[in-house]
């Protein structure tokens, strides 16, 4: 992912000193017992500030019994996360999209066989199949939720439920804006940071897609108000999604 971290609360000197601390800390696991050691997170990132911390993946031989003394421990006031796994098991075993995504930007410290960078191939990318089926599911979802569940809640009875369905709604949005840019869907504490610095999103979206956030009250007409916003940019993307995968909105339906 070619996202840019620009976090206003980024510390220059904190970041270069977490470096150091993640460089120093895995020395000692550098061992013909390691296959590789990868950096995640904000340091990979090019950020660091008071409420980030080190994450660290060290990938061990299967057959090696190495043990860690501590998971999770504290250096000068900041937190390190070791992660340990067996190479031989992570090679079969599913890497779910957060996981994917968190390894998209990692930075890989120690791979003496290039073995680490070869599962990193094989793991992280989105593939055009999953690209094709988040840009559908996006799209057919965010509108069924907008426009369907939301009227289902308010046949219901229940407003705060038609505006809960609006805004599960959006995050499947967010789905087709990152299959359209052919990025890994970012974990949820990272999502909207994310979707806001696609290339490809309808006009004018910060602005447009904070009026669907706005909530100012929990009454059907605000709902409405909010879904004319919102279909505003469905609408907008309608014909390129329908390009981008070869079908019309209706026999995405039959298949989502």
Known sequence: MSIKFSIQSSNPTLLEKATNIAKEVVQKYISDDIVGIVFLGAITRGYF???????????????????LENKFFKIDGIEVHIWLSDFESEITNSWNMARRWTYSQGQIFFD????????????????PEEKRWLIMSGFTLSEWYVNRLTQLWIER???????????????????????????????????????????????????????????????????????????DMWGELKPIVEEEVQMSFDEMLQVV
Request: charged share 30%.
């Open 49 to 67: 500030d008071h409420s980030a911390d080190i994450d660290i993946a060290i990938f061990k031989k299967q057959a090696s019994d190495i043990q």
């Open 112 to 127: 003496p066989q290039d073995k680490i960078f070869q599962l990193l191939e094989e793991k992280v990318p989105l593939s």
């Open 157 to 231: 009875g229940n407003i705060i439920s038609a505006h809960h369905m609006f805004d599960q709604g959006v995050n499947y949005f967010f789905d087709l804006l990152f299959g359209l840019n052919n990025e890994l869907v970012a974990d949820m504490k990272w999502r909207y940071y994310c979707v806001e610095k696609l290339e490809r999103l309808p006009h004018n979206f910060q602005e447009r897609i904070k009026d669907t956030m706005i909530l100012h009250s929990f009454t059907k007409d605000e709902l409405e108000r909010r879904k004319r916003v919102f279909m």
